[in-house]
């Protein structure tokens, strides 16, 4: 393995280290970043760094929910310049994100301006857009100044920053997210916060709970768009057991009824990401190809609401048919995948099942309680203590005050004086107060109070409202020290705060009612094409260059018609829209078409070369309306074919499906019917051989077997005939001419044949 040396600079010290070292470790450091800085989520709080900054950004700027807005640019360079060292776009992209209420559950950003919308217009710039916190976002920030989390310095150390918020709800699920990280992922579904404080409290009751009960609480997830999940309960039960999945999540409609037995589709909820405008386009694309014929039309209504309008081609269509169709063809059908690999502990990467990522979340507000309930305590002692130092001062206020006016530095010398019972004022027993503990003298703190104490406080009243005060701190300290000592009771008091914050954030809260629903997928019957399409009478035209076109009902197939210059006539047949077309090319391959899906015969039609993937060097040798049952005789240029089934050549692609193979020079040049039990063929010397269909093998591909044999030249055309019929042919005035003694031209496969009878066609065709 060769080394990395770097070059001696001036001054600088000569290092190496193996290429694999180096690569690994800074890939390493990369893959790293990556999964614990930007792509993952934490499982504590739900959030990624760049959306945990913006919030506290919003609140360092004191941007309260029911307070004013600050532009998006103030907002998203606060956060750049102090927490996020990434662009400026990036940051405001995320931050738009949190507002729209179709892509975030409970936004966390309460937006105004253009913040984007479900057609997948992008927002504002952020010089136009304005922004504050949302309650939600409040409810994940509070406790930030009690101590309940840990914080670290930003990325240049002149501020901090939390290194996860204290969130009263489980966000993670609550809002869902998505990353991609080096190599690995998540993708999590948005929740219902009443559904998930349910789940939590239940398994704070029962710490061991089963993954498969929390779904008494929590059926699946609750999109931000509503729509209909379809997904079986048994897959979604293993999906949140094991943290991987999906959901089959379908848009939400009904049938208006429009009178005289007209009615249209109306889709008032789309899935989940799905955007709107290109949903509509898909459904236009549908409708254009003709994948779907009972579809007619496409409208968008939508104005503050979805209102997709769908029309059928016929009132006779069945409603689920035409929606069993377009789940299949359309996005108004989609999976959500789902895979739930957080952070956990802001650290560990996991897929975590429901359970695990719940109870990360719950071990998360106990620490958050416990915290901020020492972080409490910590304040009332404070409190207590200077407490002491005032009620010293109001029994000995007469003492103090001389003190302060007469002595030069009086602050050490309230600190020297012994404050004991001796120097206590007059006053009734009911109303004594003990001195403080000790030896009587106050400390720092408390002389600091005193001397910092108004004038104005040196009331009778005070002094009542001190032992009150003092009374209450001391009783909320010992049910802080009892809750500090007891787990039950801490999670009797986390019980209570999700309780309060599902009451909050519940079905009365706007927007807080489950908008997802459940029911059962049924089966989405196979409806054949021709099922869905109206039965009408039709004229296929098709031209020597390719042009292709359906004219409306059985014209006269000897009228003459229009082409472009310098074509003509090539195929013209009667036929009807259900019926299937077929299309042999000299690649030797077959193509399906549905006449009802051809263009209509107001212009010249299309090329047929833009409908199926037929290549520009090939040429179209047949075509013809595919009936059941019926065995075709094909054949290549070199004297090789055999007979095949037509309902094996039937393509399901626009490639269509290859069943004669050519090679070289060689190509596909007979495809004709099976109608008797002899076949004919003349070669490019017009000999003639005649042999019985019984000795052509039937494949469904391959090269064939050896039809006439040929010095020079090759096949020119091969038919099928019976023999008690006879040969027939057109002479050159048109006629048909028939020839029932055909011994002189009767032998084996592959034999070379004998000159073609007199009157034959100069082309050397049958037909």
């Known amino acids: 393995m060769s080394d990395i040396t770097d070059l001696p600079d001036q001054g600088a010290q000569e290092t190496s280290e193996p290429l694999r070292r180096a ?44 307070g004013g807005f600050r532009k998006s640019a103030k907002i998203s360079g606060d956060v750049m310049g102090n927490y996020h060292p990434h662009g400026d776009a990036a940051i405001y992209d995320a931050m738009a994100r949190l507002a729209q209420d179709f892509n975030v559950r409970y936004p966390l950003v309460d937006g105004q301006g253009n913040f984007g919308n479900i057609d997948g217009d ?26 309940a989390v840990d914080f670290r310095e930003n990325y240049d150390g002149t501020l901090t920053e939390p290194v996860v918020l204290p969130a009263q709800f489980p966000n993670l699920l609550a809002n869902g997210s998505s990353g991609i990280a080096v190599g690995m992922a998540t993708n999590i579904p948005p929740h219902n916060i009443a559904e998930l404080c349910d789940a939590c409290i239940h398994l704070i009751k029962t710490p061991d709970a089963r993954d498969d009960t929390l779904l008494n609480y929590v059926p699946g997830p609750d999109f931000p768009t509503g729509g209909i999940i379809v997904e079986p309960a048994e897959n979604i039960a293993a999906a949140y057991r094991t943290g991987k999945g999906g959901f089959r999540l379908r848009c939400r409609y009904e049938v208006e009824d429009l009178g005289r037995g007209q009615w249209q589709i109306v889709v008032t909820e789309i899935p989940y990401q799905v955007q709107k405008s290109k949903l ?21 209504e939508s104005a503050d609401d979805i209102r997709l309008i769908l029309e059928p081609r016929s009132r006779s269509v069945d409603p689920e048919v035409l929606m069993g169709m377009l789940y299949r063809n359309s996005d108004l059908e989609v999976r959500f995948s789902l895979n739930m690999n957080v952070l956990i502990d802001g650290v560990t990467p996991k897929v975590c099942s429901m359970k695990e990522v ?11 309680l416990q915290r901020r309930s020492a972080h409490r305590m910590e304040k009332i002692d404070h409190r207590l203590e200077v407490l002491e130092g005032f009620i010293v001062a109001f029994l000995n206020l007469d003492r103090v005050i001389d003190i302060i006016r007469y002595d030069d530095d009086p602050k050490p010398a309230l600190m020297r004086e012994d404050w004991g019972k001796d120097h206590v004022r ?21 002389v600091d109070a005193i001397l910092n104490m108004r004038l104005r406080s040196l009331r009778r009243l005070e002094e009542l409202e ?19 000592e007891s787990e039950s009771l801490q999670w009797d008091s986390i019980t209570d705060q999700l309780r309060a914050t599902k009451k909050q954030f519940g079905k009365d809260w706007e927007g807080g009612a489950r908008r997802t629903t459940f029911a059962e997928a049924g089966e989405i019957e196979d409806v054949p094409l021709e099922a869905m399409i109206d039965r009408e009478p039709i004229t296929v035209v098709c031209s020597e260059m390719g042009w292709i076109r359906a004219m409306t009902g059985h014209i006269d197939l000897t009228r003459e018609l229009k082409f472009k210059d310098g074509d003509g006539p090539r195929f013209i047949f009667h036929a009807e829209t259900t019926d299937r077309l077929l299309v042999f090319g000299s690649n030797g391959r ?11 015969g107001r212009g010249m039609g299309e090329p047929l070369r833009l409908i199926v993937d037929l290549p520009n060097e090939a040429q179209i040798v047949g075509l013809f309306i595919h009936q059941p049952g019926r065995r075709l005789l094909v054949a290549s240029s070199a004297g090789d074919g055999f007979i095949v089934p037509e309902d094996e050549v039937i393509a399901q692609t626009r490639s269509g499906k290859q069943v004669l193979n050519v090679r070289g020079d060689t190509r596909a040049l007979v495809c004709t019917p099976m109608s008797g039990d002899a076949i004919a063929t003349v070669g490019e010397n017009r000999k003639v051989l005649v042999f019985g269909a019984d000795e052509l093998p039937e494949m469904g591909r391959g090269k064939g077997v050896r039809l006439q044999k040929y010095k020079d030249g090759g096949l020119s055309d091969a038919t099928s005939f019976s023999f008690s019929n006879g040969l027939s042919w057109l002479d050159p005035a048109g006629r048909t001419r028939t020839e ?22 100069r082309n050397n065709k049958f037909t």
């Open 590 to 600: 077959f193509y399906t078409l549905s006449a009802a899906t051809l263009p209509g």
């Open 426 to 446: 007059a006053t009734d027993e009911k109303d004594y107060i003990s001195p403080p503990p000790g030896d009587g003298e106050l400390n720092e703190v408390q």
């Open 23 to 66: 690569l690994g470790d800074r890939y390493l450091t990369y893959a790293l970043s990556t999964i614990m800085h930007r792509a993952l989520p934490d499982a504590r709080d739900g959030l990624k760094p760049v959306h945990r900054r913006i919030l506290y950004a919003m609140r360092e700027l004191r941007l309260a929910s029911n």
């Open 740 to 761: 029932t003694e055909l011994s002189e031209w009767q032998g084996k496969r592959a034999g070379s044949g004998r000159m073609a009878p007199r009157g034959f066609p």
């Open 122 to 147: 992008n927002p504002a710039a952020s010089r136009y857009t304005e922004a504050r916190m949302t309650a939600v976002a409040e409810a994940m920030l509070e406790g930030l100044t009690e101590n």
């Open 358 to 368: 719940l109870r990360a979340f719950l071990d998360h507000r106990r620490e958050v």
């Open 466 to 484: 001190l032992k009150r005060e003092q009374a209450e701190l001391m009783e909320e300290r010992a049910g802080l020290e009892d809750l500090l």
């Open 280 to 300: 509509i386009e898909k459904i236009a694309e549908v409708i254009q190809t003709k994948k779907i014929p009972i579809l007619a039309d496409v409208r968008d």
